[in-house]
């Protein structure tokens, strides 16, 4: 296996030190591709003044040009949102518009410049809208040039009209834990193909 990198952005509206239910399966993500071997970091995104727009940099203190810096030097992307109103959060929604800066950006081959990085997706929520949620992620993902390895999603979304949230079970349920090592094991593998054969040339 090549040295993968696997860095995580995490979408909840909730800033630290405040305990998040989107925290807990972010880790349980980076914690599944940790143990095949990745290099893993986690980046709560409300907690770093990233600037609304569809630019690199939006200047004035913006926080995304760290974070992209951590995105290239990545192999696998892990974005993980919770559900508001059926859909992902604002906070995941402006991170694939800061992504769609990256259309225009090309490598020494002229592939855009995502084309060899992995992105897989988890969702928490206690209201329907996992899969709507997933689509549009894996649509937004895929535009920009990375690419979604089979069963690349996890989710729980709890019984409806309920407040329980995922943080305050008391064990992972198993079809959440098995979802989450599938795509641990098929994101380290495709990342590892991708390095060892990328994409062709433009």
């Not at 979408?11 to 989107?22: D, E, F, H, M, W």
């Not at 940790?34 to 690199?56: M, Q």
């Not at 089979?150 to 079809?175: K, S």
């Amino acid at each position: 296996m090549a040295d993968i990198r696997a860095i995580a952005l995490n979408c909840t509206l909730t800033r630290s030190p405040a305990p998040s239910s989107t925290e807990l399966l972010t880790n349980q993500i980076l914690t599944a591709l940790a143990d095949l071997g990745a290099h893993t970091s986690h980046v709560r995104i409300i907690d770093e003044n990233v600037s609304p727009g569809v630019e690199k940099d939006m200047g004035d203190g913006d926080g995304w040009p760290r974070i992209r810096e951590l995105i290239l030097a990545s192999d696998i992307v892990v974005l993980c949102t919770p559900i508001w109103l059926g859909h992902m959060s604002s906070v995941a929604q402006g991170v694939l518009e800061r992504l769609d800066a990256e259309l225009s950006e090309t490598d020494d081959a002229g592939r855009p410049i995502l084309f060899g990085k992995v992105a897989v997706t988890g969702i928490v929520g206690n209201e329907d809208g996992a899969h709507k949620a997933t689509a549009d992620l894996y649509q937004g993902l895929s535009d920009v040039g990375f690419t979604l390895p089979a069963q690349g999603g996890t989710y729980w979304v709890g019984e409806a009209m309920q407040a329980v949230d995922y943080r305050e079970l008391d064990e992972t349920p198993e079809a959440v834990a098995s979802a989450t090592a599938t795509l641990a094991r098929n994101a380290v593998h495709l990342a590892t193909v991708l390095r060892e054969r990328p994409y062709p040339a433009s």
